[in-house]
């Protein structure tokens, strides 16, 4: 049973847009939370994160957003570039100290039209 | 600074075969994992080290195995390979688990015929 759902496979937004990619989890204990954003051909990469003290975080054009009680986060991406387009995977972890390893959504695919 | 690197890039093999896919990193991350992508399926832990000389199974260990015989490498061995195999193989690796982000390899795309 996937603890970290990301349900929506795909996402077409057009350029200076704002894209916004959702993630829900099932576990309450996850109180870690990341973005790695895929390429075709290459490793994903680290993008975003958020602890669970905090409902936002900010890095230029990308903002996560934290709902603790509906147990969801969303990445928003304003304004969408084309340089966008790839794959995110959400991802959750358990309190830094134990020994859980951080669990994967199965992606959003994300389209950015020119 | 290469970061984590992967061995080989492409691979085809025949079923019933047996390879080992390597795995370094220069950036001395105590934790190193391996993972498998297929469509749809978002990335899912094979395998999981530690440090140096340990490891644990994760989600999908089966027809699997891994060793971690220097803290800088981290190979996965596939004994007797089977077509349900075919995926592509992601490592990847952390200073430690939970709030630390994971830096990962290109990629191994494995075929199994």
């Known amino acids: 049973d996937q603890q970290v759902k990301q349900n929506s496979p795909s996402l077409s937004v057009q350029e200076g847009r704002i894209s916004i990619l959702n993630c829900d989890y099932t576990?309450?204990?996850?109180?870690?939370f990341l973005w790695y954003k895929k390429y075709p051909a290459e490793g994903p990469t680290f993008l975003i994160s958020?602890?669970?003290?905090?409902d936002k975080n900010e890095d230029g054009r990308f903002t996560v957003f934290l709902n603790k009680s509906a147990k969801h986060l969303s990445l928003h991406i304003v304004p969408s570039q084309p340089g966008d387009s790839a794959v995110y995977f959400c991802?959750?972890?358990?309190?830094?100290?134990?020994?859980?390893?951080?669990?994967f959504g199965r992606g959003t695919s994300l389209i950015v039209h020119p | 600074n290469a970061g984590v690197t992967q061995t080989p890039k492409f691979r085809v093999l025949k079923t019933g075969q047996s390879m080992t896919l390597l795995c370094a990193q220069d950036?001395?991350?105590?934790?190193m994992y391996w993972y498998r992508q297929d469509p749809g399926m978002g990335l899912r832990l094979i395998h999981y080290?530690?440090?140096?000389?340990?490891?644990a199974k994760g989600e999908v260990p089966d027809g699997y195995n891994v060793s971690r015989l220097k803290k800088q490498n981290f190979l996965l061995g596939l004994e007797s390979a089977a077509p349900s195999q075919t995926s592509v193989y992601f490592c990847?690796?952390?200073?430690?688990?939970?709030?630390?982000?994971?830096?990962f390899g290109p990629g191994t795309r494995l075929t199994v015929l």
């Open positions: 990847a690796s952390s200073s430690s688990e939970g709030t630390d982000t994971q830096y």
């Open positions: 576990n309450s204990m996850f109180d870690y």
């Open positions: 958020i602890s669970s003290i905090k």
């Open positions: 991802a959750a972890s358990l309190p830094s100290g134990g020994s859980y390893i951080p669990t």
């Open positions: 950036m001395n991350h105590e934790y």
């Open positions: 080290s530690v440090g140096e000389g340990t490891t």
